[in-house]
């Protein structure tokens, strides 16, 4: 029987004709074009979609930050010990493996601004709970819900904006996600130090309620549209999107071809993934997670306070220099993405973190003689992460999967990342007490091999459209 091969020059461009969208959409001013579909500015719609989306990137962070600033409220107020403490701190996570699960098939199931709101109803119920708790049980039940929220929200963000933003400015509009989970935390950092923790669970509700409201000014994704068949909704979000002056047939002629012979195929199901078609984007995926997490971030995170006492520092002077660090660095990797690319950032974030943790071992081997390198060490780590490897790996997962793959293999690389974290999070003290030494070095050696990875396996994806980067990773074969 013969087959085919789905490859970016057979994508066709006469299947959709341009129409108008419905009175009543808003829209946004139109950007410049070339060849057709090459947009180079963001429209008022694009940049309005993706803050709505980041909104809860926001509440992501300001979710992370929480346990620090409101641990020794918390603990005096309700009487916690460490170990309840530890528990309400680390539920989070459990929630958010619980969220990363189901977010993909959700995604997919109810459309991605639905799922960003059922996210949000969850958030604002779990800092509730947390507000007006008086005890652990509801303290850690309130946690769990705000942890599941972000679990959803973790996937469903990035996915979104990639989705409705041209490819030229897709990589720097994505990576504002991560821009903004680090904006969360700092903020409610320095929120906490002067707010009660019951005022900042409250403050807490405000993001959840802001992209609440927001969902309704913004269009849904064209491309999840475009899946469940719904192509004159498709086109009035897509026009919607690029502006009512721009010629969106081939876009969306595109997105049309592309998703009519995906779904030629049989329905997709989570055991699909591991078909050598899709193993490319899988190991790409599912590997930079697993680089990210296993290459200590966490660690660093959370023994970053004790290094700085070591190194002479007060642990406030070192978590404001690291926030000095972290944002300016965030920021610089948002606006150089779509320019030096994805590859590039991904290099040199991976040896700059490589290179923290090799002068934070050091310090532990050498702690009388340099103590001072375990300040330079976190901070050299904290801006190199903060550069790629902290946004980068959640721009790149939300690009190589193809539409029908996407809720099965978001799911499974969403999990993956979380149960990393997790996992790093709970060995991190055990391999201190092991070896601080030695602890470092294993961080190290893993960057190091983050870097091969990025060189062998990633692909450049900078200034593609979706369609583009999956029928070259994912070459579907398909019955004639």
């Known amino acids: 029987m013969n087959r085919e091969k789905l490859e970016v020059g057979e994508l066709s461009s006469s299947l959709i004709h341009k129409e108008k969208p419905r009175d009543g959409v808003v829209h946004g001013f139109s950007g410049e074009e070339q060849d057709g ?10 940049v309005l979609s993706t803050s709505v989306a980041v909104c809860g990137s926001y509440v992501f962070g300001t979710a992370i930050g929480y346990s620090s600033p409101a641990q020794t409220g918390i603990t005096d107020d309700l009487g916690l010990s460490v170990a309840e403490y530890s528990f309400f701190g680390s539920i989070l996570t459990i929630g958010a493996m619980i969220g990363a699960v189901m977010s993909g098939r959700l995604a997919d199931y109810i459309g991605r601004k639905r799922t960003m709101g059922f996210s949000e109803i969850f958030c604002i119920i779990g800092w509730l709970l947390i507000l007006f708790s008086k005890a652990a049980l509801w303290l850690d039940f309130g946690r769990m819900l705000v942890g599941y929220g972000m679990g959803l929200l973790s996937y469903v963000v990035p996915v979104y904006i990639a989705e409705v933003t041209p490819k030229d400015i897709r990589g720097g509009f994505t990576s504002v996600h991560q821009l903004m989970i680090c904006c969360g935390v700092s903020i409610t950092y320095l929120i906490g130090a002067f707010a009660t923790w019951r005022t900042l669970a409250l403050i807490g509700t405000i993001p959840c309620l802001m992209q609440l409201l927001g969902l309704f000014l913004i269009p849904e994704s064209p491309r999840w549209q475009a899946k469940i068949g719904k192509w004159k909704e498709c086109e009035a979000s897509l026009q919607c999107l690029r502006g009512n002056n721009a010629d969106i ?21 989570v055991f699909d993934l591991f078909q050598k078609d899709y193993a490319w984007s899988l190991i790409v995926g599912v590997g930079l997670m697993v680089l990210q997490q296993f290459g200590g971030v966490n660690g660093i995170a959370f023994y970053a306070s004790s290094i700085f006492i070591s190194a002479g520092f007060s642990g406030s002077v070192g978590m404001i220099a690291m926030v000095v660090v972290q944002v300016p660095m965030t920021t610089l990797g948002v606006l150089l993405l779509d320019k030096s690319g994805r590859r590039p950032l991904l290099l040199v974030s991976a040896a700059g973190t490589c290179l923290g943790c090799c002068l934070v071992g ?6 009388e003689v340099t103590p001072i390198l375990s300040l330079v060490g976190v901070l050299v780590y904290t801006g190199s992460f903060s550069l790629g490897m902290g946004g980068i790996p959640w721009v790149i997962m939300s690009e190589i999967f193809p539409i029908n793959m996407k809720g099965s293999a978001g799911s499974l690389v969403t999990l993956v990342s979380w149960l990393g974290s997790w996992i790093i999070s709970f060995a991190f003290n055990f391999l201190m007490k092991w070896s601080s030494t030695g602890t470092f070095f294993i961080f190290a050696t893993i960057c190091g091999l983050t870097v091969l990875f990025v060189a062998k396996l990633v692909p450049e994806t900078k200034g593609r459209t979706l369609e583009e980067i999956q029928a070259s990773m994912n070459p579907v074969s398909l019955e004639r």
């Open 249 to 269: 047939s081939n876009e969306a002629s595109e997105i049309k071809d592309y998703t009519e012979q995906l779904q030629r195929l049989s329905e997709s199901s």
């Open 362 to 367: 050091l310090s532990f081997l050498l702690q």
């Open 37 to 46: 579909i090459k947009t180079t500015s963001a429209t008022t719609m694009v």
